[in-house]
């Protein structure tokens, strides 16, 4: 089948209800990520309300295809205005702090390319006063599928490897996940671990109500603030719609176990957090806070991630994602799964060949290869 058998419409997304009737009733026949599912998406819809288009991609009257699309402008170097079309996102910093990861379409099993492509392609050809279509964080081989689909000039603007585990594999093979670690972060792991028991007990602790469920979010957020920061781009505890659309989230799925937040206890003593997206058995570690230890021995993050890891394993969940990042922890705990990129699809535009001639000179000057944007 090919992709000119598809056709595209598209309309505000105005009606949630049947929108979400749609989308969940694609869902069922696609294999998406938490972050395309109805359970982050139709959250992202109620929460922040963005105006978005629905493209709807059908195959006679059969839907294989949905995605959200959002007009903004976007304003650099005092001058430059550029006119943006986002894929899931809405433009606005503080409100894209969230940061949706495993974009792309949500598209019926063995038609993501396709859908992709039939997308892409109305957007070039239905909606022609855009100036970047900027889609991020995707896969980087759908990043580069995305730019040979529509032969737009592709500017990277942010970069990370992700690492995960493979719960599965390890049932199979029988091997405890410590084993199967390198000699050096498992001995630092069972050294943090016989240290904390001078203290008590080392367990993971659940909340038994979304009242404590909500209590263990907000305690998380002075340690995130501490290790990430309060300013722009750095920890999302110092913006408030990260707070309130996560707040939000836990409200929703809690109960109906679409988040898990973990309290590493040693003794009386509260070490790290942990909260995390659940999905189809998956697990996605979106964000934790850690004590702050003198003794450099202890590591509150190595080692609840660990028991984190070995406690899903034997409830039978099929993958632990650390998702997006380049820390050390993350590359020593898991094996790397895929890259991901934030990217921007130019149209031949005059400012913009301007700023790309003005952005090379400068990185030559520094002696860069390119220019990342910060998470």
Known sequence: MTEATLTVSRAPATDPTALAEQWLELEARA??????????MGHWLKVYAPKAWVLRVADGDRLVGLGLIVETDERRHRFLRSRCLRL?????RVLDQIWIEYNGFLAENGREDEVAEACLNYLCQEMPEWDEFIVGAIDAEDAERYTAITGLQRQLRWEAPCYGVDLDELRT??????????RNTRYQINRAHRLYRQRGRVTLV?????????????RIGPKHLARWGDGPDQSGFANPDFVRFHREMIRSQWPRGGIDLITLMAGDDEIAFFYNLLHKQVVYFYLGGMKLEEDNRLKPGLLGHSLCIEDYRHHGFHYYDFMGGDERYKANMGRLHRHLVQVSLQRERFK????????????????????????
């Open 206 to 218: 659940r909340p038994d109500s979304l009242e404590e469920a909500l209590e263990v979010f907000d």
């Open 173 to 182: 093979t029988g091997e405890p996940y410590l084993d199967s670690l390198s």
């Open 88 to 92: 899931h996102q809405t433009g606005h």
């Open 352 to 375: 913009l060949k301007l700023e790309d001639v003005a952005r090379r000179a400068r990185n030559r000057w520094l002696g860069e290869g390119s220019i990342h944007y910060e998470r």
């Open 31 to 40: 294999t998406p990520t938490v972050f395309l599912s109805w359970q982050w």
